[in-house]
């Protein structure tokens, strides 16, 4: 699935909350989300994978695989790991160039950043830089040889 079909199966998902919006709903459904499918070894739970610049903890690794870059991630807090699991949702299993030139829309359109205050936003875009980091480093350590000389 594309990442802007992706958003957009996100935002249906939170269009179901809009008959409770509510603090407590909306924070709840993050919770749930927390479950996610994108499980990490405790091994790639080090200093190395954290996320420099965020409150509670939360590491990201990547790997390339058919010149698609996949995520793993974790937090030890239930509402960042939500968080999280959205942006792998959207981010994970696409190339580089869709990685760092998406326009995350579903963000206004959920209005999660009217939810969170500004210590969650930042730690937020933490998140978004080092995924999409992780989405460049591993592009170029994988890239042909022949690259490298260009």
Known sequence: ???????????????????????????????????????????DRSDENLVTGCRKKVWVTAYKEDD???????????????????LLKVYSGHTVSAITNADLYFLHEIKLFHYLGASWARDFLSVVQRIKSLAIVQHLNTAPETRAGA
């Open 1 to 43: 699935m594309d990442i802007n079909k992706m958003q957009d199966k996100i935002i249906a998902e939170f269009e179901n909350l809009a008959t409770v919006v509510n603090k407590f709903s909306y924070f709840r459904h993050l919770k749930m989300i927390s479950n996610g499918s994108h499980p990490m070894d405790d091994t």
């Open 68 to 86: 698609r870059i996949y995520f793993k991630a974790d937090s030890d807090h239930g509402i960042t790991r939500g968080l999280v699991n959205l």
